[in-house]
């Protein structure tokens, strides 16, 4: 695979893109946040192997900032923080696995031969016909019949977000730290109110959604087909 290594500590980056190297893959090292989004974001890497604790942005952000750019990015979290509080904020911020310090060489190489054989996520498309509406995510609108509405790109990353996790729900917590970019423990109506404009554009009746639909004590899914 093509990897980003985002590690500060330069001895333990240094070990580590070697170790990736023997291991078979090809490896770009960066020691900062700032610099792990830039490059994360439009390089066509195939995983970013990220440490948390780094200058700049933290690596939980750097996480949501890749995610929220490029869903098909394969993200492993490596850390010393090995709570279970640390590990559920590393999943929610959109990674798609999580090793704790110390680990053996063997461990994470098996960690990422197991990532690069899962079936890698599609991109998602621009435009997405759903239940008679076609969504057009590039230019931020929403067309039924002879009407066209715009959409915010808030919305559009919403929708693109439900779209590409279409086989399960998301929570409103994933949804604050994914698009609003906010702690997933805020207690707001932001999501909910964001979500019942954006069924009035798009729904055929919005009292009976069939694109963006509640999970009940979850979240919400992808209903649209």
Not at 99 to 117: M, N
Not at 141 to 157: F, I, Y
Request: proline share 4%; with cysteine.
């Amino acid at each position: 695979m093509n990897i980003l290594l985002v590690e500060d500590e330069p001895l333990l980056r240094h070990g580590l893109a070697d170790l990736l190297e023997e291991g078979g893959h090809s490896v770009t090292a960066v020691g900062d946040g700032p610099t792990a989004v830039d490059r994360g974001g439009r390089e066509p890497f195939d995983l970013v192997l990220l440490d948390v604790a780094l200058p700049g942005i933290d690596g939980l952000d750097v996480c949501r900032q890749l995610r929220s750019r490029r869903e098909e990015l394969l993200i492993l979290i490596l850390t010393a923080r090995g709570r279970e509080e640390d590990k559920v904020r590393g999943l929610a911020a959109g990674a798609d696995d999580y090793v704790t310090k110390p680990f053996g060489s063997r461990e994470l190489l098996a960690r990422l031969e197991a990532l690069s054989r899962r079936v890698r996520r599609e991109p998602t498309p621009e435009q997405i016909e759903a239940d008679g509406c076609r969504l057009d995510l590039g230019r931020c609108v929403a067309m039924r019949s002879e009407a066209t509405v715009p959409l915010t790109a808030r919305e559009a990353r919403i929708l693109r977000l439900l779209y590409a996790n279409r086989t399960r729900a998301i929570t409103r917590a994933e949804l604050l730290e994914r698009v609003w970019g906010a702690s997933g423990r805020l207690q707001t109506r932001t999501v909910d109110m964001t979500i019942a404009n954006l069924r009035h554009k798009i729904e055929r009746d919005s009292s009976v959604p069939r694109i963006v639909v509640t999970v009940k004590g979850v979240g919400y899914a992808w209903g649209g087909c």
